[in-house]
T-cell receptor, first 112, second 118 residues
Framework: QQQVKQSPQSLIVQKGGISIINCAYE??????FPWYQQFPGKGPALLIA?????SEKKEGRFTISFNKSAKQFSLHIMDSQPGDSATYFC???????????FGGGTRLMVKP | GAVVSQHPSWVICKSGTSVKIECRSL??????MFWYRQFPKQSLMLMAT?????????EQGVEKDKFLINHASLTLSTLTVTSAHPEDSSFYIC??????????????FGEGSRLTVL
């Protein structure tokens, strides 16, 4: 059972545009929702994370929007750059520092 | 930020041999480490939870006798793929849970180890 569904699977955005990736979860016990960025051949690196007590969190060009009632959260990358081209994973866990359940991933390509 | 190191970063072996992958937390102690497997263009799938000083907890469908996990110290966990076969070829990634847990809840990931079984 896939507990975290991520869409789209792939995304192409022009440089300077906004990249939007969406995730939905099923387990209401989840209380920590991070986003990871992964480059080919590398391990995932934490981008930004949110907890259910806030609806939005912004760090630089990256913003997470969280809708607890809908059990959905999304990543917005503003002013997307070619260097942002990577695979992005949303994830969720039930306790801080506990094992993560990952979404299926989104391959983002930002065209110059 | 905290650093998790994996070794080797890539390994090629013959079918039937065993391969050991190490995961080290370099600047923090980790009572818990997680092992993930990632096939090409797919997501990370949790294989097992490694607990220092006790037996690992395996996810459903993961053979514990094939994927041996040892977490003998607070900074080292090892994954041994026994009698490897071509279908075991994958990218293996570990993550570590700092002790005490950071208030941010962040897990730290290693760079991954690519296993190719011929």
């Amino acid at each position: 059972q896939q507990q975290v569904k991520q869409s789209p699977q792939s995304l192409i955005v022009q440089k300077g545009g906004i990249s939007i990736i969406n995730c939905a979860y099923e387990n209401t016990a989840f209380d920590y929702f991070p986003w990871y960025q992964q480059f080919p051949g590398k391990g995932p690196a934490l981008l930004i994370a949110i907890r259910p007590d806030v609806s939005e969190k912004k760090e630089g060009r990256f913003t997470i929007s969280f809708n607890k009632s809908a059990k959905q959260f999304s990543l917005h990358i503003m002013d997307s750059q070619p260097g942002d081209s990577a695979t992005y994973f949303c994830a969720a866990s039930g306790n801080a520092g506990n094992m993560l359940t990952f979404g299926g991933g989104t391959r983002l390509m930002v065209k110059p | 930020g905290a650093v998790v190191s994996q070794h080797p970063s890539w390994v090629i072996c013959k079918s039937g041999t065993s391969v050991k992958i190490e995961c080290r937390s370099l600047d923090f102690q980790a009572t818990t480490m997680f092992w993930y497997r990632q096939f090409p263009k797919q997501s990370l799938m949790l294989m097992a939870t490694s607990n220092e000083g006790s037996k690992a907890t395996y996810e459903q469908g993961v053979e514990k006798d094939k994927f041996l996990i040892n977490h003998a110290s607070l900074t080292l966990s090892t994954l041994t793929v026994t009698s490897a076969h071509p279908e075991d070829s994958s990218f293996y990634i570990c993550s570590a849970n700092p002790s005490p847990i950071k208030s941010t809840g962040e897990l730290f990931f290693g760079e991954g180890s690519r296993l190719t079984v011929l």
